[in-house]
């Protein structure tokens, strides 16, 4: 069973849940803004795909540029990082599938056919 997080009006979203459905992958709902998830959740999910909270970040987000991100990151320590997305939902790369051994961000189809099956 995978956790998907996900923003219900995000069409990348839509398109990432009705692969799942299609492919009979079982996962829980959780709405990113509703419980938008915690700062060691994320670090975990970091460290568990080897890569900077930085690439958490929902880069074509309008609070990202609204908050000038951009240059602000590279300045930020990975605590800070986590903080600040875990504050906001919106600034996080969406969706999110969680599994015990998988930690996807973006609906990258191929990507999560490889991941998955």
């Known amino acids: 069973m995978y956790l998907f997080i996900e923003y219900p009006k995000c069409t990348t979203c839509k398109k990432a849940k009705a692969w799942l459905t299609a492919n009979n992958i079982e996962f829980t709902d959780r709405y990113i803004v ?19 909270l930085r690439k ?3 880069t074509s987000g309008m609070k990202y540029r609204e908050l000038g991100l951009k240059d ?13 997305l875990a504050g906001d939902g919106m ?4 969706p999110l599938l969680i599994g015990e ?5 973006g609906f990258k189809e191929m990507e999560w056919t490889e991941r998955l099956k």
């Open 72 to 84: 602000k990151l590279g300045d930020m320590s990975e605590d800070e990082m986590a903080e600040l």
């Open 34 to 52: 509703e419980e938008t998830p915690k700062a060691e959740e994320l670090k975990a999910w970091a460290q568990r795909r080897g890569e900077s």
């Open 101 to 105: 051994e998988v930690v996807l961000k």
């Open 56 to 58: 958490f970040f929902n």
């Open 91 to 94: 600034l996080i790369k969406r």
